[in-house]
């Protein structure tokens, strides 16, 4: 059985490099105009996170000179005339789990770090999803409408949420707050669905018009408490049951399409969006389908994509065929018995390349924060927050996917546009896509780059409103010198082993 817990595989971008380059070539929401690029002026200002203990250390300032005549091309070429996506922004997920985590902290504990992570004069994270009632990642199963069958949802209430995940949320959109949060179901209420229960089995369509009223009033009443939601997805992994292990909800294409018809006319008051799929890439075919009908493209132009199964390119086929299409990348996390759990920020740099290359204007991560055994959780897996922080001593800990992510999130604002970017052979638009080695005995997520892909370096380019640009390199391997052009101009950085490292210059 397929569940989100499937080892991701990367195929080299030189497979589907076709795929990739007609996403380059779109321009998606782009607030940066593109025009005749203009050489660096200034040297480029670097970060670094390390093997050797640096975590977003101020590096060496790289000097620009212009490129000669017969020189031999630069590793990496940036090309700012080429824009892709729009940038929203990096993030995680609110979990019940992850809300409660952060609750045992002290007021101040808890507010510094979530001004560390979410500050923008800080760590810059923007996005953050919210289970609509209770994920595998919570202290309990429940809805907000538990009980009987109530077709009218009069008994329908946030009261769970009132103790730690609205001040939770409150605290982070305090630290920021243009903070953008989407809320994803695992599962309707039991009483709406043919098992009588959260945990797998599929509702009873003749409850469908009730279940969009359902979300209208989640939506409402987190507008109420002081939290806006700008997306909901219809339905987390929308291809899985989970084996009744967890709160899970499979949905047909035609009932799917029957809840957006609902639910759409209901969400236009509050401006609030709604996305599909919610699932991994091999199931880009179910969004093509969909994608075609109008009923449902009426209300319905995003994709939210999982990297669990299935190539980062098979984005691009969803792209190539709607370009107008908005896409983001909603899940993905590590195992917390991982060895390399807390130094692996170089196979997320790689992912995050693999990721930016193929269309997403965002990355949120699974659970924002858990303890050091990967809960509280009531499913089946062995997830790790992003940051973990110890039951007992309340010690936090900065994980590798942490810093991997908190590079990216500091070089890529809101606003700012992905460019393209490209290897000395020319080998695949902005990245040279993550090569994933043979999974690990135990292993139930994301699995690390082999020694063949340990040589290469991964890149993503990203242009701001201003003209400056960003480049973000992730040098798996032993420590390399390599070239960076850029409208006919070129500089050398020395990358230190297993490290990334973020470049901004004008």
């Known amino acids: 059985m397929t569940t989100r817990r499937e080892v991701l595989k990367y195929a080299g971008l030189g497979v589907g490099a076709a795929t990739a380059a007609s996403v380059l070539g779109v321009t998606v929401n782009a607030k940066v105009t593109a025009n005749q690029a203009q050489p660096p002026t200034k040297p480029a200002q670097t970060e670094v996170t390390d093997k050797s203990g640096k975590r977003l250390a101020a590096g060496a300032e790289i000097a620009w000179t212009k490129v000669a005549k017969k020189a031999a091309p630069a590793d990496v070429i940036v090309d700012p005339t080429k824009p892709a996506q729009t940038i929203l922004g990096f993030g995680a997920a609110f979990t019940d789990a992850s809300c409660f985590t952060l609750s045992r902290l002290s007021d101040s504990d808890r507010a510094n770090l979530l001004h560390t992570m979410f500050g923008q004069d800080q760590h810059a994270l923007s996005t953050g999803r919210i289970p ?158 969909q994608l075609s009908r109008p009923r449902f493209k009426k209300y319905v132009n995003t994709v939210a994509w999982h990297g669990y199964v299935g190539t980062p390119e098979m984005m691009g086929n969803v792209k190539q065929k709607f370009p107008d299409v908005e896409m983001h990348w909603t899940e993905g996390g590590d195992d917390y018995k991982f060895p390399d759990y807390l130094t692996n920020w170089s196979k997320w740099g790689a992912t995050f390349a693999g990721i930016l290359a193929n269309g997403p204007q965002s990355i949120t991560m699974w659970n924002l924060a858990l303890d050091e055994r990967g809960r509280p959780n009531i499913g089946p897996f062995d997830c790790g927050g992003l940051v973990q922080i110890h039951s007992v001593t309340k010690e936090i800990t900065q994980t590798g996917l942490y810093w991997a992510l908190v590079h990216h999130a500091r070089a890529f604002r809101r606003g700012c546009v992905i460019v393209a970017s490209h290897a000395a052979n020319g080998d695949a638009p902005a990245v040279n896509a993550a090569l994933i080695g043979q999974p690990a005995p135990s292993s139930t997520l994301t699995a690390t780059p082999n020694t063949a892909a340990m040589s290469r370096v991964y890149h993503t380019a990203a242009k701001n409103s201003d003209g400056s640009l960003a480049l973000v390199l992730t040098n798996p391997g032993d420590a390399k010198d390599v070239t960076v052009a850029c409208a006919g101009q070129t500089a050398k950085i020395s990358l230190t082993v297993d490290s990334i490292t973020t470049l901004r210059w004008s």
């Open 132 to 289: 609509i009632g209770a994920s595998d990642y919570s202290t309990a199963a429940y809805s907000y409408d538990d009980g009987a069958a109530d077709p009218e949802l009069k008994r329908f209430s946030i009261d769970h949420d009132h103790d730690y995940v609205l001040p939770t949320l409150r605290a982070a959109l305090n630290a920021n707050p243009d903070l953008f949060l989407f809320g994803s179901p695992w599962s309707p209420p039991g009483w709406m669905k043919y098992s009588n229960s959260m945990l797998g089995g599929n509702i009873r369509p003749e409850n469908i018009p009730t279940y969009a009223r359902y979300f209208q009033k989640f939506v409402e009443e987190y507008a109420t408490a002081g939290v806006k939601v700008r997306a909901v997805t219809t339905q987390n992994e929308i291809d899985a049951d989970q084996g009744g292990r967890m709160p899970a909800c499979p949905w047909p294409e035609e009932d799917e399409e029957r809840l957006v018809a609902a639910l759409g006319p209901l969400l236009e008051a509050s401006g609030t969006k709604i996305w599909t799929l919610d699932h991994n890439y091999n199931l880009f075919g179910r969004a093509l389908d």
